[in-house]
């Protein structure tokens, strides 16, 4: 495990909300780098942070519950369209439309959840992949919510705070996603460190283990699945709200697969990693789609393929285990 | 009612092969019994049936007076009903004081708590302190389990059994696979586990069953075919004819 996702280091740490601090931080530096980055740019960097909530939506279930799915955009999907449909149907405020999307993706998340995790193994990952499919199919066939294969468009939300005005430049936009994210991200930290959290990977290790202790496996993973769908659903009322469409792509299979390859190549099991798998895998994608258009994906396979050669583990671990061997060897010197 | 635990009439079939037939037996507080048999004789399934893992295919369970028959696993260990594994089943990503604490918490039902940090909680962590500090692991708290050795890794299955303050312990074969030099460490635990509990071990090794248990039961061909002090065991005819043949069966050339 890497540091910064071990249990006892932090109980160890003088300052309380050190961990959360952190997120905070980190979140801020990563905005400000992208901003200088990609300055002309900030509608990706949105689009990267709603996608980069699913990835840590993701994490919930895979990396801490151990539940395999292919299914998880159509918790980020059915919330996009919901947030979606209420923005047209007249709710413009851009939190409410936010609440939206968390109740849309909890509900989804819930019931999901529930159907998933009756399950182990193959059987799991089979019936993951159906619900995806099937709310795929939905959303292509409902076209009087959902647009069909044109998407749904025209959603116009409120200035956030009724001052800040969803700019053409997408910069309101950014900073809007990006204090959701900061926001998201430090409650996630707190909520994984939590008793819950903890009984969520003892589930994941071993759940028979888990009911030996007198713990309820089945409906502690539906909680987390909702939770998981909460998440999810924030991601997809942002890509909504600032990308003004709602397109099958965000229900899509090739969604969820891309996210759980984001969810590896950071590190399951650990939101930094589920972080930075999403902020570096995306940003790869998109030097390397601009300067080689043909072989893009190409690339993007070959970076993979060495990421797991050499960093098994995710890049959160390979990084942290990098940096312990260069603290150590400067404390000998 | 001074039973702790009652089985009355208990069997347990796997399709036509009865693996548990009609065992009837008690605990109070305080027993320390052993339950021993040769290989295949049942000890594992009673086990099972016992900690809710199998539901009997007739037969009943009392806990306390309460009828538990139908209770699952963990309405089992949340009325104290407690077991550990032959072979460990830990957490084995998580640290052994996580391991610990983790039981701990559900116990205390401080695992519906979201938003309070896990490390953050004093009690807790005074307790398992105290528990792998009782146990001699102590120094391991901070290790993943996945790096421990075998024998301790038994030795944090016992602490996460005590943590969970239990009424009835069974423990399955706690010293097997252990080697020899961390068996006594083992032994040590189970001797100074709190008197007002009754433990139920599963066991092959007669001295450790001689060194530990007050009363024995024989298990043989699924069926309880004795039930007394470690001294009477040994003279029982039944009981050396049970043995016997296993004996001769393993001693036959391949």
């Given at each position: 495990m890497t540091g910064l996702s071990t249990l006892a280091k932090t109980s160890d740490r003088a300052f309380p909300f050190a961990a959360e601090l952190m997120g905070i931080v980190s979140i801020a530096a990563l905005g400000v780098l992208g901003f200088l980055l990609f300055p002309d740019d900030l509608a990706f960097l949105t689009r990267l942070i709603g996608i980069t909530l699913l990835v840590l939506s993701l994490d919930l279930v895979t990396g801490y519950c151990g539940v395999a799915t292919l299914g998880h955009a159509a918790l980020f999907g059915v919330s996009a369209y919901a947030v979606g449909n209420a923005c047209i149907g007249g709710i413009r405020e851009p939190i409410l439309l936010l609440g939206v999307g968390i109740v849309a993706g909890t509900i989804t998340g819930a019931i999901s959840g529930a159907l998933i995790?009756?399950?182990?193994?193959?059987?799991?990952?089979?019936?993951?992949?159906?619900?995806?499919?099937?709310?795929?199919?939905?959303?292509?066939?409902?076209?009087?919510?959902?647009?069909g294969s044109d998407g749904l468009s025209g959603i116009t939300p409120d200035p956030v705070l009724g001052l800040f005005r969803f700019d053409m430049y997408s910069r309101t936009a950014f900073v809007f996603s990006l204090v959701v994210l900061a926001v998201v991200f430090v409650l996630l930290l707190r909520f994984v460190r939590s008793p819950f959290g903890l009984l969520c990977r003892g589930i994941r290790d071993d759940d028979l283990r888990a009911?030996?202790?007198?713990?309820?496996?089945?409906?502690?993973?539906?909680?987390?699945?909702?939770?998981?769908?909460?998440?999810a659903g924030v991601g997809g009322a942002l890509n909504a709200m600032t990308a003004g469409v709602v397109g099958l792509d965000s229900v899509s299979f090739e969604r969820s697969a891309e996210v759980l390859v984001m969810l590896v190549l950071g590190g399951a099991g650990n939101l930094w990693g589920a972080l930075f798998g999403s902020v570096v895998f995306q940003i790869f994608e998109h030097i390397v789609s601009a300067t080689n258009p043909f072989h893009w994906m190409t690339l993007v396979g070959l970076l993979l393929i060495a990421i797991v050669l050499f960093a098994p583990r995710g890049l959160s671990h390979g990084v942290a285990v990098l940096w312990s061997k260069i603290f150590r060897r400067g404390g000998r010197a | 009612?001074?039973?702790?635990?009652?089985?009355?009439?208990?069997?347990?079939?796997?399709g036509g092969l009865r693996v548990n037939e009609n065992i009837s037996f008690r605990l109070a507080p305080g027993d320390r019994v052993a339950l021993i048999g040769p290989n295949g004789a049942g000890k594992t399934?009673?086990?099972?049936?016992?900690?809710?893992?199998?539901?009997?295919?007739?037969?009943?369970?009392?806990?306390?007076?309460?009828?538990?028959?139908?209770?699952?696993?963990?309405?089992?260990?949340?009325?104290?009903?407690?077991?550990?594994?032959?072979?460990?089943?830990?957490?084995?990503?998580?640290?052994?004081?996580?391991?610990?604490?983790?039981?701990?918490?559900?116990?205390?039902?401080?695992?519906?708590?979201?938003?309070?940090?896990?490390?953050?909680?004093?009690?807790?962590?005074?307790?398992?302190?105290?528990?792998l500090g009782t146990l001699g692991i102590a120094h391991l708290a901070r290790i993943t389990v996945s790096q421990l050795a075998y024998g301790q890794q038994r030795l944090l299955e016992l602490a996460i059994g005590l943590a969970l303050n239990p009424k009835v312990l069974l423990l399955d074969e706690p010293a097997a696979g252990v080697p020899h030099d961390e068996a006594p460490k083992i032994l040590e635990a189970i001797e100074r586990l709190p008197a007002d509990i009754a433990v139920l071990m599963i066991e092959h090794d007669m001295d450790l069953v001689f060194r530990f248990a007050k009363r024995v039961l024989v298990l043989a061909n699924g069926r309880l075919i004795f039930e007394g002090t470690p001294q009477a065991v040994t003279a029982d005819p039944d009981v050396r004819r049970a043995y016997l043949g296993s004996y001769a069966d393993a001693r036959r050339p391949a």
């Open positions: 995790t009756r399950f182990r193994g193959l059987p799991q990952l089979v019936l993951s992949i159906a619900i995806g499919q099937l709310v795929a199919a939905l959303a292509n066939k409902l076209s009087s919510v959902t647009g009911q030996m202790i007198g713990a309820m496996v089945y409906p502690r993973l539906v909680i987390m699945y909702a939770v998981s769908g909460a998440v | 009612m001074t039973d702790l635990l009652a089985l009355d009439k208990v069997s347990r079939a796997f399934t009673l086990v099972n049936v016992i900690s809710g893992g199998l539901p009997p295919t007739s037969g009943t369970l009392h806990l306390e007076g309460d009828d538990i028959t139908r209770l699952g696993i963990p309405a089992r260990v949340r009325r104290g009903l407690v077991r550990t594994f032959q072979v460990t089943r830990l957490f084995a990503s998580l640290t052994a004081a996580d391991n610990v604490a983790l039981a701990i918490m559900q116990r205390k039902g401080l695992t519906r708590r979201f938003f309070s940090v896990a490390t953050d909680m004093p009690d807790v962590r005074t307790e398992w302190e105290h528990l």
